[in-house]
């Protein structure tokens, strides 16, 4: 244990001088005093006021620029030290791989969580400060949701960044998997549910194996329940998981993606660098 938080210390340590580090803080910083700015806390939408408006508008701007962030960063990791020869000291110290591998995501998850969540707890202390009606429900799940969302894709940076041989294919790779789940958003689930080949609770269950889609629908279901939004999808969703059970769902699924890409880049890496 010593050895692994040893060595988060050193990353945190490593990435906090950074330079993406710095402009990945001043996006998410920026983002939420330009939402003020803006006069989003005193704007109704859909019938929601204040801080929940914030919020609503800061997770859906948080889910298009967190993975890719996530993924280009963490990918350098393993493959840039991959490529610098730092493995070669690493064997001649009495640090195992484990501690190392482990230690690297904990102290990368910590630098990628707080920034987020730090601007939107400032958000909230200001709604405090100014006397505006703060959301606590909202606030703790979007909170838990940002807390899966970088570790799904922290894991899956991790996984590619341990079979990658090169930092330049293990971005390329980041990228690609980005685009990817881009892709196969709403507008590719759409096109199978019109081609009437595929029943609709294949089709949604298909859209559903996308993290982002995940994310993006739980987000949707805290301000609307019925995910009137959503049309015809909302009905397999509903009848499938429930209303609580999609937010569960939402939780546990991506979690389970970030341990399990994760512990799969573990094994390959401990395979691959052992002598």
């Known amino acids: 244990m010593k050895q692994l938080w040893l060595t988060a210390k050193l990353d945190i340590v490593e990435s906090l001088r950074a330079r993406w580090f710095q402009i990945y803080t001043l996006v998410f910083g920026g983002i939420v005093a330009l939402l003020f700015l803006f006069g989003l806390t005193e704007s109704r939408v859909l019938g929601f006021i204040g801080l929940s408006r914030l919020l609503v508008t800061y997770i859906q701007l948080t889910m298009a620029i967190l993975p890719i962030f996530v993924l280009i960063t963490t990918v350098r990791s393993v493959a840039g030290d991959r490529e610098a020869g730092v493995f070669e000291y690493l064997l001649s110290l009495p640090v195992s791989l484990a501690a190392w591998f482990w230690g690297k995501i904990l102290g990368r998850y910590i630098v990628i969580f707080v920034p987020v969540f730090a601007a939107m707890l400032g958000a909230v202390l200001y709604a405090v400060v100014a006397g505006i009606e703060v959301p606590w429900g ?84 805290l301000f609307d329940p019925q995910l009137i939004v959503l049309g015809p999808s909302a009905f397999v969703i509903l009848d499938l998981f429930g209303a609580l059970g999609y937010k569960i769902f939402a939780l546990a699924y991506p979690a389970a993606i970030g341990v399990g890409a994760a512990t799969l880049g573990y094994f390959l890496f401990r395979r691959g660098d052992l002598p």
């Not at 341990?162 to 759409?190: C, E, K, N, P, Y």
């Not at 595929?198 to 559903?208: D, G, N, R, S, Y």
């Open 138 to 221: 909202m606030f703790g799940y979007y909170t838990a949701l940002l807390a899966v969302m970088a570790a799904c894709f922290l894991g899956i940076g991790m996984l590619i960044s341990a079979v990658a041989r090169s930092t330049d294919v293990a971005q390329g790779a980041a990228f690609l998997v980005w685009l990817t789940l881009l892709l196969f958003l709403d507008l590719i689930l759409l096109g199978v549910m019109i081609q009437g080949k595929v029943a609709p609770e294949v089709a949604v269950t298909i859209a559903l194996a996308n993290p982002l889609q995940v994310f993006r629908t739980a987000a949707l279901a």
